[in-house]
């Protein structure tokens, strides 16, 4: 394989689809957290706070590799794109200003101001997922500004906001024990069908708003090559509902099942959408061959992106085992 | 106004906004460290008292900095798509390398720096320490070696109107680089030596008479007293370099209409750019002449070699970079004052007994850092235009095009955030001062070193 105009586009489109896969599923369930603040108790919250605390960073940091890649290496395609979706994108930055410093403030603001800052964490979380789903559905119909694609749009922001909170259920499920766990499975047993209803409607949508998609999904062999992805898909839904029924279990055995589970999710609806699209990066308009950089620019990142890619994935896997385990309340000190 | 005015302003306060926080975090991170290493040698606890303190701030100022540059990285393609599509094959592998090495790194390590000094062994923890720090300082590498290479661009062709890289060792170390980033990291220096002073000098004010609240003074001014004659000499080098490959940026920084010998130095003045001339000038003769070219009669440029035969400007809007420079100058002085006092304060009456007066000053001047920093990037930045990259690409050639009302409403929107979170975060950095403060007091009957229970996160 030589590194040129064909093969480089479809590598950085690969990194950039990987980068928005984790940051869906890292943020997502940080942004779950943060939903699921106006159902819990003060003191539930210091822990939920807790089970994220040391990860959110970084978490939020794929996002900035993922836009980062996108400006990078597809240039006409990331001015398309953001000048397309100028206000949710707004609304999604201010969230995501929110929902960072409300994690500090509320810690280190006096604390009568506390519970305003625990409102900005919630209002910050939702802005950003609303305004995610919203993009999502927006991009699935072809950054068209029509009444019936913006009401495409907000029915993908409720589903993703409802699936974040899912995952982020599924997180506290993982990351807590007692009462809280229990009541975590409760919200996760709400919020399943949000998942449910945000991947089957962008599955059903994206078909019908274009042939070229319709005919890559429902032609012969196609279509019996792709049913183990949406079958899959199903059954794991089905588990999922009769998992949380039995959650949680004696000696805490299958807590990391819904996480787990919410996940594959995630990745199987995102290769989904992965195949619909390839190659356009924006939808019927501009391909990923079109819209990338010179090759000489790509190869220089792709250089620095394959040495310092593993080192990144090998310290945030020392983050996640630093932190490991079920989660206590976060505290600066070293001495005691 | 215009989508493009709109625009501009929109990015100005954007990166305004962001810039004090890494202003604060890239220094404080080396401080931390040192404060760190401190008490692991020393076992005293006024190290440990110190770490515990700051590292609050600058787990806030961190946040601060991270949401405010997510904004950043989306704004070039909302409001400025002709950017990238211009110099994207240049700015793109310096803007991935800085996620790269330093993002994820700094956002990491931050955890294991915050949260993990019970979970990890000390020799890990002063590691995580180190790397955020290096973390920060890379970040600030990379971004102002693209800021500079917009400044002084080289190593590039153009290919129907895109910049082709030909030469990354001559686009990473291009001329003004070396002497930004040394300016930059500098000033990040002083931000953290006088917000450090600053913040003890008004805990000893509110009765706060802990070992450590007098050890961080003494640090914050001894740092200061040692830094700002770097930062003069730094300054001054910056400039020469700028009159070397920006010479209508040192003209309005002049406020020097006509290029000749023996150019005064302007210290106060009323630039009109309509009759092209200053009013109300008070200046010292042949003064910038010796600064600029080390000779009364050295030949300084002027604004006026910078208009084209039709009438078209091609320098930078002159009051904004005049006064810039003058701020930035006059806090540099006020800061060379107060530290030089400190010091010989210090030596004379030890830092125990400084004066309630001066220590009123100094807590006055414990966010000068960014009065300095924002003045001095004004008028680099706006020192640029009209050029977006020089020579290369104007900066109106590269906006959006987006509906004006919407950049105006998402103005307003950042604008409000903006001007809440700054109220919040200078409170809070009072509060938590007042809270340490409020365990220390000799008056009260507790042991004065006795732990104070913060909930941390």
């Given at each position: 394989?030589?590194?040129?105009?064909?093969?480089?586009?479809?590598?950085?489109?690969?990194?950039?689809?990987?980068?928005?896969?984790?940051?869906?599923?890292?943020?997502?369930?940080?942004?779950?957290?943060?939903?699921?603040?106006?159902?819990?108790?003060?003191?539930?919250?210091?822990?939920?706070?807790?089970?994220?605390?040391?990860?959110?960073?970084?978490?939020?940091?794929?996002?900035?590799?993922?836009?980062?890649?996108?400006?990078?290496?597809?240039?006409?395609?990331?001015?398309?794109?953001?000048?397309?979706?100028?206000?949710?994108?707004?609304?999604?930055?201010?969230?995501?200003?929110?929902?960072?410093?409300?994690?500090?403030?509320?810690?280190?603001?006096?604390?009568?101001?506390?519970?305003?800052?625990?409102?900005?964490?919630?209002?910050?979380?939702?802005?950003?997922?609303?305004?995610?789903?919203?993009?999502l559905?927006?991009?699935?119909?072809?950054?068209?500004?029509?009444?019936?694609?913006?009401?495409?749009?907000?029915?993908t922001?409720?589903?993703?906001?409802?699936?974040?909170?899912?995952?982020?259920?599924?997180?506290?499920?993982?990351?807590?024990?007692?009462?809280?766990?229990?009541?975590?499975?409760?919200?996760?047993?709400?919020?399943?069908?949000?998942?449910?209803?945000?991947?089957?409607?962008?599955?059903?949508?994206?078909?019908?708003?274009?042939?070229?998609?319709?005919?890559?999904?429902?032609?012969?062999?196609?279509?019996?090559?792709?049913?183990?992805?949406?079958?899959?898909?199903?059954?794991?839904?089905?588990?999922?509902?009769?998992?949380?029924?039995?959650l949680?279990?004696?000696?805490?055995?299958?807590?990391?099942?819904?996480?787990?589970?919410?996940?594959?999710?995630?990745?199987?609806?995102?290769?989904?959408?992965?195949?619909?699209?390839?190659?356009?990066?924006?939808?019927?308009?501009?391909?990923?061959?079109?819209?990338?950089s010179?090759?000489?620019?790509?190869?220089?990142?792709?250089?620095?992106?394959?040495?310092?890619?593993?080192?990144?994935?090998?310290?945030?896997?020392?983050?996640?085992?630093?932190?490991?385990?079920?989660?206590?309340n976060?505290?600066?000190?070293?001495?005691? | 106004?215009?989508?493009?005015?709109?625009s501009?302003?929109?990015?100005?306060?954007?990166?305004?906004?962001?810039?004090?926080?890494?202003?604060?975090?890239?220094?404080?991170?080396?401080?931390?460290?040192?404060?760190?290493?401190?008490?692991?040698?020393?076992?005293?606890?006024?190290?440990?008292?110190?770490?515990?303190?700051?590292?609050?701030?600058?787990?806030?100022s961190f946040?601060l900095?991270?949401?405010?540059?997510?904004?950043?990285?989306?704004?070039?393609?909302?409001?400025?798509?002709?950017?990238m599509e211009?110099?994207?094959?240049?700015?793109?592998?310096?803007?991935?390398?800085?996620?790269?090495?330093?993002?994820?790194?700094?956002?990491?390590?931050?955890?294991?720096?915050?949260?993990?000094?019970?979970?990890?062994?000390?020799?890990?923890?002063?590691?995580?320490?180190?790397?955020?720090?290096?973390?920060?300082?890379?970040?600030?590498?990379?971004i102002?070696?693209?800021?500079?290479?917009?400044?002084?661009?080289?190593?590039?062709?153009?290919?129907?109107?895109?910049?082709?890289?030909?030469?990354?060792?001559?686009i990473i170390?291009?001329?003004?680089?070396?002497?930004?980033?040394?300016?930059?990291?500098?000033?990040?220096?002083?931000?953290?030596?006088?917000?450090?002073?600053?913040?003890?000098?008004?805990?000893?004010?509110?009765?706060?008479?802990?070992?450590?609240?007098?050890?961080?003074?003494?640090?914050?001014?001894?740092?200061?007293?040692?830094?700002?004659?770097?930062?003069?000499?730094?300054?001054?080098?910056?400039?020469?370099?700028?009159?070397?490959?920006?010479?209508?940026?040192?003209?309005?920084?002049?406020?020097?209409?006509?290029?000749?010998?023996?150019?005064?130095?302007?210290?106060?003045?009323?630039?009109d750019?309509?009759?092209?001339?200053?009013?109300?000038?008070?200046?010292?003769?042949?003064?910038?002449?010796?600064?600029?070219?080390?000779?009364?009669?050295?030949?300084?440029?002027?604004?006026?070699?910078?208009?084209?035969?039709?009438?078209?400007?091609?320098?930078?809007?002159?009051?904004?970079?005049?006064?810039?420079?003058?701020?930035?100058?006059?806090?540099?002085?006020?800061?060379?004052?107060?530290?030089?006092?400190?010091?010989?304060?210090?030596?004379?009456?030890?830092?125990?007994?400084?004066?309630r007066?001066?220590?009123?000053?100094?807590?006055?001047?414990?966010?000068?850092?960014w009065?300095?920093?924002?003045?001095?990037?004004?008028v680099?930045?706006?020192?640029?235009?009209?050029?977006?990259?020089?020579?290369?690409?104007?900066?109106?050639?590269?906006?959006?095009?987006?509906?004006?009302?919407?950049?105006?409403?998402?103005?307003?929107?950042?604008?409000?955030?903006?001007?809440?979170?700054m109220?919040?975060?200078?409170?809070?950095?009072?509060?938590?001062?007042?809270?340490?403060?409020?365990?220390?007091?000799?008056?009260?009957?507790e042991?004065?070193?006795?732990?104070?229970?913060?909930?941390?996160?």
């Amino acid at each position: 394989m030589t590194l040129d105009a064909t093969t480089l586009p479809v590598i950085f489109a690969g990194l950039m689809g990987l980068s928005i896969l984790l940051y869906v599923i890292l943020d997502g369930f940080d942004l779950g957290v943060g939903l699921l603040f106006p159902l819990s108790t003060p003191e539930e919250r210091d822990r939920m706070i807790a089970s994220i605390g040391p990860f959110w960073d970084a978490n939020e940091t794929w996002l900035v590799l993922a836009i980062g890649i996108l400006l990078v290496a597809f240039p006409t395609a990331h001015g398309t794109i953001l000048t397309a979706l100028y206000l949710p994108v707004a609304v999604m930055l201010i969230g995501l200003i929110l929902r960072g410093v409300a994690f500090e403030f509320r810690a280190k603001a006096p604390l009568p101001h506390k519970v305003s800052w625990d409102r900005a964490f919630f209002a910050g979380s939702l802005m950003s997922s609303t305004s995610q789903g919203f993009m999502l559905g927006m991009y699935v119909m072809g950054l068209e500004w029509t009444l019936f694609n913006v009401g495409f749009a907000l029915l993908t922001a409720g589903a993703l906001t409802v699936a974040y909170s899912f995952i982020g259920a599924a997180w506290i499920i993982l990351k807590t024990d007692g009462a809280l766990q229990i009541k975590a499975v409760s919200w996760a047993r709400g919020g399943i069908w949000g998942m449910a209803l945000g991947l089957g409607a962008v599955s059903l949508a994206t078909p019908f708003v274009s042939s070229r998609i319709y005919d890559r999904w429902f032609s012969f062999p196609e279509v019996v090559l792709l049913a183990p992805l949406p079958l899959m898909s199903l059954a794991l839904i089905v588990l999922l509902w009769v998992a949380l029924r039995h959650l949680p279990t004696k000696g805490d055995h299958f807590a990391w099942f819904p996480f787990a589970g919410a996940t594959t999710l995630m990745v199987l609806g995102f290769f989904g959408m992965g195949y619909s699209f390839y190659p356009f990066i924006v939808p019927e308009q501009l391909t990923i061959y079109e819209a990338a950089s010179s090759p000489e620019s790509l190869k220089i990142i792709l250089v620095g992106a394959l040495f310092v890619l593993p080192m990144i994935i090998g310290y945030t896997v020392l983050s996640y085992t630093v932190f490991r385990g079920k989660a206590i309340n976060l505290s600066y000190d070293w001495d005691r | 106004m215009d989508t493009f005015l709109l625009s501009r302003i929109q990015f100005a306060a954007n990166i305004s906004f962001h810039i004090l926080f890494p202003t604060i975090t890239i220094a404080l991170g080396w401080v931390l460290l040192f404060f760190r290493y401190r008490f692991a040698v020393t076992k005293d606890t006024k190290w440990m008292d110190a770490y515990m303190f700051w590292v609050k701030v600058f787990a806030l100022s961190f946040a601060l900095g991270v949401v405010s540059g997510i904004t950043m990285s989306f704004q070039f393609g909302t409001n400025w798509p002709g950017f990238m599509e211009a110099v994207g094959n240049v700015a793109g592998p310096l803007l991935a390398y800085e996620v790269m090495t330093a993002f994820f790194l700094e956002a990491v390590f931050l955890g294991i720096m915050l949260f993990g000094a019970r979970r990890v062994p000390p020799w890990l923890h002063i590691t995580a320490t180190f790397l955020v720090a290096f973390g920060t300082t890379m970040s600030a590498f990379w971004i102002l070696v693209l800021n500079s290479w917009m400044h002084t661009p080289q190593g590039y062709e153009l290919r129907d109107g895109v910049v082709h890289a030909t030469d990354w060792f001559a686009i990473i170390f291009n001329p003004s680089m070396p002497y930004r980033l040394g300016h930059m990291l500098l000033a990040s220096g002083l931000t953290v030596a006088f917000l450090i002073a600053g913040i003890a000098a008004f805990r000893r004010l509110i009765g706060d008479r802990a070992d450590s609240t007098l050890t961080q003074l003494r640090f914050g001014l001894t740092l200061g007293a040692v830094l700002i004659p770097a930062q003069i000499i730094m300054g001054d080098l910056h400039g020469l370099n700028t009159l070397g490959h920006q010479p209508a940026k040192v003209a309005a920084m002049e406020g020097n209409w006509d290029t000749g010998p023996n150019v005064p130095l302007v210290l106060f003045a009323i630039p009109d750019e309509d009759a092209r001339t200053n009013h109300a000038e008070i200046a010292i003769p042949n003064g910038a002449s010796l600064i600029l070219k080390h000779s009364p009669d050295g030949v300084v440029p002027g604004l006026n070699d910078f208009v084209a035969e039709d009438g078209t400007v091609m320098h930078p809007p002159v009051a904004p970079v005049f006064w810039g420079f003058r701020v930035m100058v006059g806090t540099g002085m006020a800061m060379l004052a107060l530290s030089w006092g400190g010091a010989f304060l210090m030596w004379r009456r030890g830092a125990g007994s400084l004066p309630r007066p001066f220590l009123f000053a100094t807590t006055g001047m414990a966010f000068s850092g960014w009065l300095a920093t924002l003045a001095g990037w004004y008028v680099t930045e706006i020192g640029r235009q009209p050029w977006l990259v020089t020579g290369v690409l104007t900066t109106e050639a590269a906006v959006g095009d987006v509906a004006a009302p919407m950049v105006m409403a998402t103005l307003m929107a950042y604008l409000a955030t903006y001007l809440a979170l700054m109220i919040a975060y200078i409170g809070v950095i009072f509060h938590l001062a007042k809270r340490a403060a409020a365990g220390k007091r000799p008056t009260r009957e507790e042991p004065r070193d006795a732990p104070i229970a913060v909930p941390a996160e």
